[in-house]
């Protein structure tokens, strides 16, 4: 609330009258503005009671440094009462006449004002730092010059336009502060209060161990592969860096259409693409390694981590290219081990087997022989096979991900891999005996002969050597439980040739063990 100089004109006058400054003594006082001069004490205005004599100041009561009373105290315009009628002009300060001047108190005033309160006189309303709050302000109810206090008259519609009035001044004032806020600087000036990007720090790090960290570490060994036949056949799959040499790791499936003739090309995160070769693939495995025609140096191999030490609850990142992708990184667990999955139709020798690690990582077709990483960016296995809600069966489709993804334990695929590219041919376990491919019975039937009508344990095979027959039940391997066929295989296939393990079967309602030595067989048959 801004103070007005003596002689200055005022503003607009708000719904509630100012408080004005004391007049100085001998100063004449103001007459409203746009009205009629204030009647002399011998006239009286219409519809006015007749006023009362001005009361004199009391000796002890000055004003404050402001020029003004007290806030407690009643305080009017140099010429109007409190009481005045709301719809009367507002008082505007200027000379007044002479006759105006103040009058000494009359006998029927003795009553007013009433006993000070129970705390110290106010000092002075406003002013820069309220600097005259108790220092020698006037006394409770002190007169002011000039005026003489009487009843307020009753003024509810006066009180209404007064709050509302006071209502929208402060809402305009908050919002002029907030805009003002909102705009200014710390130093006073005018300006965005939004931090640019140039003052950000100017690199970002991530903590060691998290997934944006472990990718940032990983894309860069992870190639989008590309197929092509001859044939028009093809597709797009992944593969991660093996070794320094520019071997490839991935799929068998990703592979097959450009392994006997094709285009077969790799393009890392960075977008260089790179011719390739197929150096061996495992059907059965669905493993294979292809080589880069001219690696570039400075290749990173990825880490590789023992699948065997993996616990259900593992955190899991996929990288891929899920329907053509690339680079995209995906999350989850793992959802269970030794998974037992047929990646085919289960019914010819090219259907692969794998005792897979479940995980619930989004994995879609393009997702195949990428790298499935554990938390320190070590790979656990290779993504290959999904379970889909339209497929009717495990193994890959063009439906999408629903939380059931399958991966070749690296265990297995680096023994594979190892293999492949001693010889460019897959070494494979055996137990020199044929069972039965029916899957969800009570274990793993030998069959009554094998394939072509050859006899179904091999003469002096491993299996023939540890006495099993035609008709026994295999229901465990190295106390894995055994449901089927494809499970057996899945399970011998995690080992080496040479491994020896033990097997329990039952035959005619008993149940025995038996220790076989896994034999070998090479290739595809």
């Not at 005045?84 to 007044?96: T, V, Y």
């Not at 790090?205 to 940032?216: C, F, P």
């Amino acid at each position: 609330m801004s103070t007005e100089n003596e002689g200055n004109a005022v503003p607009a006058a708000p719904s509630v009258p100012p408080v004005p400054d004391a007049a100085p003594e001998g100063t004449p006082a103001s007459a409203p503005r746009g009205a009629a001069p204030e009647p002399t004490p011998h006239q009286q205005a219409p519809g006015e009671p007749a006023p009362r004599e001005p009361v004199a100041p009391a000796a002890d009561q000055t004003a404050d440094q402001t020029g003004r009373f007290p806030e407690s105290a009643p305080q009017y315009p140099s010429s109007q009462s409190q009481s005045q009628s709301q719809s009367q002009p507002q008082p505007q300060h200027g000379p007044a006449p002479e006759h105006a001047a103040a009058a000494p108190p009359r006998a029927a005033d003795a009553g007013w004002p009433p006993p000070p309160p129970e705390y110290p006189s106010y000092g002075s309303y406003g002013g820069a730092g309220d600097e005259g709050v108790g220092n020698g302000g006037p006394a409770w109810g002190a007169p002011v010059q000039g005026h003489e206090p009487r009843p307020p008259r009753k003024r509810a519609s006066g009180l209404i336009t007064a709050v509302l009035a006071a209502a929208l001044i402060a809402g305009g004032v908050g919002g002029g502060v907030g805009y003002w806020a909102a705009e200014s600087n710390d130093d006073g000036s005018i300006g965005s209060t939004t931090v640019s990007a140039a003052d950000a720090p100017k690199e970002v790090k991530r903590d060691a161990g998290t997934v944006a960290s472990v990718a940032a570490k990983s894309l860069p060994s992870v190639v989008t592969i590309e197929a092509q036949g001859g044939n028009g056949e093809g597709g797009t799959g992944t593969g991660f860096v093996y070794d320094r040499e520019g071997h490839i790791l991935t799929n068998n499936h990703v592979v097959a259409s450009a392994a006997n003739g094709g285009d077969l090309t790799a393009t890392f995160s960075n977008g260089k693409k790179y011719n390739a070769e197929v150096v061996g693939r495992a059907e059965g495995y669905d493993v294979a390694v292809v080589k880069l025609k001219e690696a570039p140096p400075g290749l990173t191999p990825l880490p590789l981590a023992n699948s065997e030490q993996v616990a259900v609850g593992d955190s899991t990142i996929a990288i891929g290219a899920p329907f053509g992708l690339s680079n995209t990184v995906t999350t989850g667990i793992i959802s269970a081990k030794n998974r037992p999955v047929a990646s085919g139709d289960g019914s010819g020798a090219s259907n692969s087997y794998m005792s897979a690690l479940q995980t619930d990582a989004s994995i879609n077709p393009g997702n195949s022989g990428g790298p499935l990483l554990d938390s320190r960016g070590a790979v656990i296995g290779i993504n290959s096979a999904i379970q889909s809600a339209g497929s009717g069966g495990m193994g890959q489709s063009q439906a999408g991900s629903i939380g059931l993804g399958f991966a070749i334990p690296i265990n297995q695929a680096k023994n594979v891999a190892d293999q492949l590219i001693k010889t460019g041919k897959p070494v494979y376990p055996v137990i020199g005996a044929t069972v039965t491919m029916a899957e969800g019975g009570e274990g793993a039937t030998i069959s009554a002969q094998g394939e072509g009508g050859s006899p179904a344990v091999v003469p002096n095979g491993p299996a023939a050597k540890a006495g099993l027959k035609a008709g026994d039940v295999i229901t465990k391997f190295n106390g894995t439980p055994i449901d089927s066929g494809p499970t057996l295989i899945g399970q011998i296939w995690t080992h080496r040739p040479g491994d020896k393990v033990t097997l329990t079967y039952k035959r005619d309602g008993k149940e025995s063990t038996a220790q076989v030595t896994l034999g070998e067989r090479q290739g595809e048959s």
